[in-house]
């Protein structure tokens, strides 16, 4: 190994000379340093970077409308979900309206039958002026039936003494 590191160290020197020599280029020697360079055409012009500030507001305005755009797309969206929701609340009301109007069409009706019988209909008073009047015929007609009894009890009683008188022979 000792023999080895004197090798190397020779090596490494030669290497270095010969990168020394390989470094130089051509562009860099005087003669071409002191030529003046050929006119090929106007040089590019640079580009003006974005500076900082400028990036920072091109990004801030180009995230806002971005947001805006998405935001203005969701309200958009809910207005229709709103919308439809209130058209179906507004179809539901005019159902129950038209229920509702059909309910009270039946019970002005059964109201107007209701006041044609309480018109027709006979009040307290005269049921009891109807009631004293039948009593009077009902006593009327008693009356009259008992006489009528009293009436036939006599000629029943004219027959039986009849009977008695001419059992034996009757004539008709």
């Not at 990168?19 to 003046?36: D, G, H, K």
């Not at 009356?143 to 008188?165: M, N, P, T």
């Amino acid at each position: 190994m000792a023999s080895s590191a004197p090798h190397l160290t020779c090596l490494a020197r030669q290497a270095a000379s010969r990168s020394s020599v390989a470094r130089r280029n051509f562009s860099t020697t005087r003669l071409v340093r002191q030529e003046a360079a050929p006119n090929v055409g106007s040089p590019p012009v640079p580009k003006k970077p974005v500076g900082g500030i400028r990036g920072g507001v091109i990004g801030f305005l180009f995230g806002f409308s971005l947001a805006s755009s998405f935001a203005a797309y969701r309200l958009l969206d809910e207005y229709k979900q709103a919308s439809a929701a209130l058209q179906t609340s507004v179809q539901e009301l005019q159902r129950s309206t038209e229920q509702i109007s059909a309910h009270i069409r039946r019970i002005e009706a059964v109201e107007k039958d209701l006041k044609a019988l309480s018109e027709s209909a006979a009040t307290h008073d005269d049921l009891s002026r109807v009631r004293a009047e039948v009593k009077k015929i009902y006593d009327g007609l008693h009356i009259e039936f008992l006489d009528l009894r009293s009436f036939v009890w006599g000629i029943q009683q004219d027959v039986h003494a009849l009977a008695k008188k001419d059992s034996t022979t009757v004539k008709v």
